[in-house]
């Protein structure tokens, strides 16, 4: 069963934490492109697991500018990897993507909740 999240926070302009809503933030929508973009040379399967984790994910990546300043820089790198088939490096850098995601995963729930963010 899926759970619903009420999006009322997010508006048309900024909010408090000076964050553009996640439907408008460019390195939201440039990260959701860059793992469509690996997953498409991959099974249907893959495809459709990235898909529905991009969707997921959505609203914790525009949370993600409070808590990680370098964001753009990280994007940039691992778009450089993958540019250039640096499969090897491009893994070393997506594992410590989602493990620095895993450490501020506790920040960035607070930040929601006084946010007013629900589910």
């Known amino acids: 069963m899926q759970k619903i999240v009420n999006y009322r926070h997010m508006n048309s302009k900024s909010d408090d934490h000076g964050m553009l809503p996640f439907d408008l933030d460019p390195t939201v929508l440039a990260t959701e492109a860059l793992f469509l973009d690996i997953a498409q040379d991959s099974d ?9 984790i991009n969707q997921r994910r959505r609203v ?28 090897s490096r491009l893994k070393v850098l997506i594992l410590q993507y989602y493990r620095r995601r895993q ?9 929601m909740n006084r946010s007013g963010i629900t589910q």
């Not at 249907?44 to 529905?52: H, I, K, T």
């Open 44 to 52: 249907a399967s893959l495809r459709e697991a990235v898909m529905v």
């Open 60 to 87: 914790l990546r525009a949370y993600e500018a409070a808590v990680i300043p370098n964001r753009e820089e990280e994007l940039s790198e691992l778009k450089a990897c993958w540019a250039a088939r640096d499969i």
């Open 103 to 111: 450490e501020l995963a506790p920040m960035m729930v607070k930040l």
